[in-house]
């Protein structure tokens, strides 16, 4: 596991310790990040649907995949789509939002494989974030009326509704998105998941036939204390909801695509534990994963994205371009960037 964490925090200013701490997460799920079958999963999910689309020719494209930081790498993924042929390349991130970490670094890798393949790599073009598309959004309101009906009867219509996201550094978030475009103090990343828990809250609420109230919380925190992350943290505002008297929690992790190591081992354990400990009973909704709507969502990315169709989406901050800026989503301030 260490190899694969210090893959990830290369370059980034992450505690030692903290490592450690989330290798001894993985030990406890058999040394092994949940993520690569998931992908796989998707994949196979994807070929079904894009095979059945007999009437999409568009859709009958080969499907490869690359992880960032694990095996299959980009760079071999590359390498082997340059030689099957391949020329043009749409690229799907397993990540929905705006900011350095969800958006601009999965640019920079692509990018960093094709230069290192030299000039016959394939062209890439990365999907545009994706957070508000109706298939991302249905299939968490569907998710999230399960995990609600999982609460003991009693509790359902007093239930608060907690969306989670990873934290990022405030710096990185206030980056985040298209500096030509106005999202408010907190940049493209907060505004995009304040968007998404409306409109699953919103959504849910029409088809339960009552409104829950709900609101954002963070996970996943690392680097170091001295850094402001985004908060608060969900385990942080367990505890001041049970001195509220909130006795009912469903946790929604809308911002991750798939049930991984996140959310197994912060949501299902950690925060499950807090709440436990505090007498608040909590179920958890799952991410989109293989949920028809989002595999049905990712054909209608690439058919948007092959027709130059204008980007979909259900909020005011729905992407208007395909291909960032090259100053959006920046990491640190253009003085400061390293
Ligand atoms: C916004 C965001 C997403 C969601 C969007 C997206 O999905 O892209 C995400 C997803 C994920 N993060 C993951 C794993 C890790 N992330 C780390 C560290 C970090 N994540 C960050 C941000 C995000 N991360 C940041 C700002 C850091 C600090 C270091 C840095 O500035 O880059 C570390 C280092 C140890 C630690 O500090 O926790 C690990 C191991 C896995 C795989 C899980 C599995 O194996 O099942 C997934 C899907
Ligand atoms: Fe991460």
Redesign the pocket.
């Known amino acids: 596991m260490i190899p694969f964490?210090e893959n990830?925090?290369r370059g980034?200013n992450?505690p030692r310790e903290?490592?450690a701490e989330?290798g001894e997460h993985y030990y406890l799920f058999g040394g092994v990040?949940?993520?690569n079958q998931q992908c796989r999963d998707l994949i196979a999910a994807l070929r079904t649907r894009f095979e059945a689309e007999s009437a999409e020719p568009l859709l009958r494209l080969p499907i490869y995949w690359g992880n960032r930081n694990w095996q299959p790498y980009i760079e071999d993924t590359v390498a082997r789509m340059a030689k099957d042929g391949v020329r043009r390349v749409i690229a799907l991130a397993?990540?929905a939002f705006s900011?350095y970490?969800?958006h601009r670094q999965y640019l920079e890798d692509i990018d960093r494989a094709r230069r290192a393949y030299g000039p016959e790599a394939p062209e890439i073009d990365l999907i545009r974030p994706y957070f508000d598309h109706p298939g991302f959004i249905d299939s968490f309101v569907d998710t999230t009326r399960t995990a609600l009906a999982e609460l003991p009867p009693d509790l359902r219509t007093q239930a608060r509704l907690l969306y989670s996201a990873?934290s990022?550094?405030v710096t990185?978030a206030q980056l985040s998105g298209d500096p030509a475009i106005d999202y408010g103090s907190e940049g493209a990343y907060v505004a995009q998941l304040s968007e998404v828990a409306r409109l699953v809250t919103e959504r849910l609420a029409a088809a339960q036939g009552y409104e829950l109230p709900y609101e954002l919380v963070y996970q996943?925190r690392?680097?170091p204390p001295s850094q402001p992350w985004l908060e608060p943290d969900i385990n942080d505002r367990l505890r001041e909801l049970a001195a509220e008297g909130v006795t009912a929690v469903v946790v929604v992790p809308h911002?991750?695509?798939s049930d991984?190591?996140?959310v197994k081992f912060d949501l299902d354990v950690e925060a499950s534990q807090t709440a436990r400990d505090l007498g608040i009973a909590m179920t958890r909704a799952r991410c989109p994963g293989t949920h028809p709507a989002f595999v049905a969502m990712v054909g209608e990315l690439v058919a948007e994205r092959t027709r130059g169709d204008p980007p979909a989406g259900l909020s005011r901050h729905t992407s208007r371009v395909h291909v960032c800026p090259p100053d959006c989503c920046r990491k640190n301030q253009p003085q400061a960037a390293t």
Do not use: Y
Request: proline share 7%; no cysteine.
């Open positions: 964490l990830v925090t980034r992450i903290r490592l989330v990040s949940p993520i397993t990540s900011s970490s969800s990873h990022i550094p990185m996943s690392s680097g911002g991750f695509v991984h190591m996140e």
